[in-house]
C-alpha cells in the first residue's frame, strides 16, 4: 500500500526558512527518485526538486539555490529544506515518485495530503 505523509509547513514571513518532511511506504522510497512538487492556488502542480536513491538532486530554476532536497534511505523520509522563502513560494507541497506513483484502481498519479506552505510579505 502507497503511503506519502507530508509535514512541516505552515506561515512564514518572506525570508525565512521551513523544513518538509515526508514518510514514504518502503515499497515505493527505496527504489524510485523521490521528489517534492507544489501547487499554488490556480496553478499546475510543478516539480521543484528531485534527489536519486544515491543522493544525485535537481532543482527547478525558480527554488535553487534556496531550497535543498535530501533523504534518508533507513527512515523512508525525505526533506526539503526551505530558505529564503518568498511569497510566491506559497504553495501545497506534496512528495511524490518522479514520476508520481500510480493508482492503478483509479489510473490516477496518487496523492497524499500535502501540507501548506504560506509566505507573508
Known amino acids: 500500500q502507497v503511503q506519502l505523509v507530508e509535514s512541516g509547513g505552515g506561515l512564514v514571513q518572506a525570508g525565512g526558512s521551513l523544513r518538509l518532511s515526508c514518510a514514504a511506504s518502503g515499497s515505493i522510497f527505496s527504489r524510485n527518485v523521490m521528489a517534492w512538487y507544489r501547487q499554488a492556488p490556480g496553478k499546475q502542480r510543478e516539480l521543484v526538486a528531485g534527489?536519486?536513491?544515491?543522493?544525485?538532486?535537481k532543482y527547478s530554476d525558480s527554488v535553487k539555490g534556496r531550497f535543498t532536497i535530501s533523504r534518508d534511505n533507513a527512515k523512508n523520509t525525505v526533506y526539503l529544506q526551505m530558505n529564503s522563502l518568498k511569497p510566491e513560494d506559497t504553495a501545497v507541497y506534496y512528495c511524490n515518485t518522479d514520476p508520481p506513483v500510480m493508482d492503478t484502481t483509479k489510473w490516477t498519479a496518487y496523492w497524499g495530503q500535502g501540507t501548506q506552505v504560506t509566505v507573508s510579505s
Open positions: 534527489i536519486t536513491t544515491a543522493g544525485s538532486t
